[in-house]
């Protein structure tokens, strides 16, 4: 399995930007899917998460700003970030789990800063 991510980059305070992240390989039908993120000195941190019955889980730091949406059909989900602040600023990791098994991304960078 194998997760490919996009969107990444540097917005302004205030400002969005939309995550994609496809998965390849075997994946069964079951799953959960969404993104974690990690800041400088910080722990890995669960952003938001969807699973494919449709149940999602949300930071609390991020409640009413981010939007987590899969497209099941294309294995693929992506992570809508309105009203950004620079506190938001970490690498965006993509996170499978998949029939007991955890798979991750490379990571996509996102700066939040004017």
């Known amino acids: 399995v194998q997760l490919q991510a996009s969107g990444g980059g540097l917005v302004q305070p205030g400002g969005s930007l939309r995550l994609s992240c496809a998965a390849s390989?075997?994946?069964?039908?079951?799953?959960?899917m969404g993104w974690y993120r990690q800041a400088p000195g910080k722990q890995r941190e669960l952003v938001a998460e969807?699973?494919?019955?449709?149940?999602?889980n949300y930071a609390e730091s991020v409640k009413g700003r981010f939007t987590v949406s899969r497209d099941k059909g294309k294995n693929t989900v992506y992570l809508q970030m309105n009203s950004l602040k620079p506190e938001d600023t970490a690498v965006y990791y993509c996170?499978?789990?998949?029939?007991?098994?955890?798979?991750w991304g490379k990571g996509t960078q996102v700066t939040v800063s004017s």
């Open positions: 996170h499978l789990f998949d029939y007991g098994m955890d798979y």
């Open positions: 390989g075997s994946i069964f039908s079951f799953n959960e």
């Open positions: 969807q699973t494919s019955g449709g149940t999602t």
